[in-house]
């Protein structure tokens, strides 16, 4: 799919180069460069020219200068591309733009597309820009409701827009083009009008430098004058007749946090419906397959289908022939599918192997690449993946869609009861409650000792860009760190091959495949060394996260007193369950507390895994390389009551409801466990109490705010009241049994 870009030139020699440049590197390589130079009097004309010499895909028009409308107007008209973008010629392109707006096309297939911006100052510090008033994924109903996002003030700058090329020049242009002051905010409007399908999207790509002498700083007459002329030129669009109505309207149209939470919520139901459904589907219609079989299948059918822009092309459910033919069944195009789009990652050797080892002793198994009715069984359940998950996992959002796709498939793995107890998926609001509690920076690097789906992982990497966004001003070098964290600053291990599979696709869907996660016993197998690449260099780990599994010695604490003896600095954050800190762990604990301090113990609610009616846990938060002493403060924080409530764990987490403040009680835990009792806010001081523990003990690792020896008057009553209504309560249920009894 060819992607045209049009650039007006005018008079900007300065900035020209790296616009062009940041178009020209773009991982999608199908585009055509238009250089609409507007009459420039610099250098501008002659560096069009020299890079058209350079790259065939660049063509240069040079007319007399007419404004910026003018200018891409000329442009479209030369255009060839299905899609068109708008660059102007001070600003510049990250490498991705182009790639992430093809995934949304080849998703939504939307008419026009949005996206965020960051404003640019002259010492090269950007800040990002939300166009549009929604924070989160959102289709337009109608190009009304667009309408009505860009009268209220958004969306009117037509450089962050993706449109296709037949509505750009389906706009009437000729109420724009003596404009040069607000034309955007017009041609917007007009642009609008011709789409059936917007969405807006959340990546920042576009960098819009803000220049002090342009000529949108420095208003004139004649600018001022525009500024009119488009006033006058919206009245006309909206019919004047209806223009008070219509401004009345938009003044009420705000999306409250409840109406977003209901939204969320949709998209949720609308993803557990879709993997419910695959799994019945598959299980029911589909014989022969296995649960390990099915995780497979959704994997490789996932990564198959992803595509790398301009390199690896999606793969089609068309391309699929159900051939018989040796090297060429189904299996094995899917396979060499998976083979290009790993290679173009970068994937190291070893791992690339192993994930193709794996998907491809079921892909290339005969009974389910055997043809009956003119289909095989690979094909058939190939076509349900894709159109049951590609609209959710084809544009990359794919924090929503992994927690639940991981969710689903661990169900389908088919564990025993004791193991089903060990592979409990962390909710990610916890994932990243841990990630802060080890105090996670662009310069951690973290480790996981049972990844489980690498939840935890991701948790901590996505920690790790936006603390690497927020400090870095220059793209160049955010992009280059953004990559080291990646590749060398993430490891995790997990011993189950089938949820090792899906902790590597979790890592792919979140636009990473670089990451040490290895397919190791942890105990047993791992020595702290890089499992990729640097295979003889110790991982120099100073951030523990791990939910382990719970049957292992010491409720799993051994794992944590084999990572943080292979630590020399750092923090760590496990959540557990508590009876390793009560009894279950003395061993483990006291070798611990010889090499690490503990800072808190924190008791999370009752029902926080999903799908688990009464597993107390705790979480247990340590500096490493420095022993606990006897007289060291530990926080003890009871927080069971965090906020959310959760009205049916069996379902899924869009049935977590904040219903007291459940942000800002995490925000103060994590202020807590750093800075102590003078963040004390929310949290009243009989769930926050600060102690000692015996380091020789081990078993005194939960404990609670002690409880005031003087009972009052009213603390009497109710004890008497709770007694006197316990009593009742069993008289009542003898009764009840007497009655079954009887027959009644």
Not at 2 to 7: F, H, L, W
Not at 253 to 265: A, R
Not at 338 to 358: S, V
Not at 654 to 673: G, S
Request: neutral net charge; glycine residues 6%; contains cysteine.
């Amino acid at each position: 799919m060819k992607v045209s870009i049009v650039i007006p030139v005018y008079n900007t020699e300065k900035y020209l180069k790296q616009c062009i440049d940041s178009v020209k590197n773009q991982t999608y390589e199908d585009l055509e460069i238009l250089l609409v130079d507007d009459g420039a009097s610099d250098a501008s004309p002659k560096i069009c020219d020299d890079y058209a010499k350079q790259d065939v895909r660049i063509q240069v028009i040079h007319k007399q200068n007419g404004g910026l409308s003018d200018a891409r107007n000329t442009g479209i008209k030369f255009s060839k591309g299905e899609y068109v973008l708008f660059l102007d010629s001070d600003d510049y392109w990250d490498s991705k733009l182009l790639e992430t707006m093809y995934k949304y096309i080849l998703c939504y297939q939307s008419d026009l597309i949005i996206f965020r911006y960051n404003i640019v100052n002259e010492n090269g510090n950007f800040k990002e820009i939300n166009p549009c008033a929604h924070s989160i994924l959102y289709h337009y109903g109608s190009n009304k409701e667009f309408i009505e996002e860009i009268i209220k003030g958004f969306s009117g700058v037509i450089f962050c827009k993706c449109m296709k090329r037949v509505i750009a020049e389906a706009v009437d242009v000729k109420k724009i083009k003596d404009i040069k002051y607000g034309e955007d905010f017009l041609h917007s409007l007009y642009v609008a009008k011709k789409c059936n399908k917007i969405i807006s999207v959340p990546e920042a790509l576009y960098y819009n430098r803000l220049n002090t002498f342009s000529v949108c700083q420095t208003p004139t007459l004649k600018q001022i004058y525009d500024s009119t002329s488009a006033s006058d030129a919206i009245c006309e669009f909206l019919k004047k007749e209806n223009f008070d109505a219509f401004i009345e309207k938009v003044k009420k149209l705000q999306l409250s946090q409840d109406e977003i939470d209901k939204l969320k919520e949709k998209r949720e139901r609308e993803i557990d419906a879709s993997l419910v459904r695959l799994n019945n589907d598959i299980y029911q219609n589909e014989k022969g397959l296995g649960e390990n079989d099915r995780v497979y299948l959704v994997a490789a059918s996932i990564i198959a289908t992803i595509g790398v822009p301009g390199k690896v092309a999606p793969l089609e459910k068309s391309d699929l022939k159900s051939s018989v033919e040796e090297g060429n069944t189904d299996g094995d195009i899917i396979v060499r599918k998976i083979k290009a789009f790993l290679n173009e990652k970068k994937l190291p050797r070893e791992k690339k192997e192993l994930i193709i080892r794996t998907l491809q002793n079921t892909l290339t198994t005969e009974n389910i690449n055997k043809v009956e009715n003119g289909e095989s069984q690979l094909k058939r359940v190939f076509t349900k993946i894709v159109d049951d998950l590609g609209i959710y996992y084809k544009i990359g959002l794919s924090t929503d869609f992994t927690g639940k796709l991981f969710n689903e498939m661990y169900s389908w793995l088919g564990f025993t009861q004791d193991k089903l107890n060990d592979v409990v998926l962390t909710p990610s609001y916890v994932a990243n409650l841990l990630v802060k509690l080890a105090r996670v920076n662009k310069d951690s690097y973290v480790w996981d000792f049972a990844t489980g789906s690498a939840g935890l992982l991701v948790a901590a990497m996505n920690e790790m860009l936006i603390d690497a966004k927020n400090k870095i001003n220059s793209p160049e070098q955010l992009a280059i760190k953004s990559a080291e964290i990646k590749a060398n600053q993430l490891l995790g291990l997990e011993i189950l091959p089938s949820v090792y599979m899906l902790a590597i696709l979790n890592m792919i869907l979140m636009g990473d495949g670089s990451s040490n996660i290895l397919n190791k016993d942890s105990l047993k197998d791992f020595k702290g060394n890089y499992g990729f690449g640097n295979t003889n260099k110790k991982f120099p780990a100073d951030a523990f996260i791990l939910n382990p599994p719970y049957s292992a010695p010491g409720n799993g604490m051994i794992f944590v007193e084999k990572a943080l003896s292979m630590m020399e600095k750092g923090y760590a954050a496990i959540i557990i369950q508590n009876s390793a800190g009560s009894g279950k762990a003395i061993t483990y604990n006291k070798n611990i507390l010889k090499h690490s301090t503990l800072l808190a113990s924190i008791k999370m609610p009752l029902d926080l895994f999903v799908g688990k009616s009464s597993v107390q846990t705790n979480i247990y938060v340590f500096r490493i390389g420095e022993a606990h002493q006897n007289d060291d403060i530990v926080k003890f924080i009871d927080f069971s009551n965090d906020g959310y409530t959760r009205s049916d764990r069996k379902k899924s987490s869009c049935n977590l409801r904040d219903t007291d403040r459940a942000k800002e009680r995490y925000k103060e835990l994590v202020d807590l466990v750093r800075f102590g009792k003078s963040k004390l806010k929310i949290f009243t001081e009989k769930e926050y109490y600060e102690g000692t523990i015996d380091i020789e003990n081990g078993s005194d690792w939960n404990q609670t705010a002690p409880i005031d020896t003087i009972p009052t008057l009213d603390d009497f009553k109710k004890t008497v009241n709770d007694y006197l209504a316990w009593e009742v309560s069993n008289l009542l249920k003898c009764q009840g049994n007497e009655d079954e009894r009887l027959g009644k």
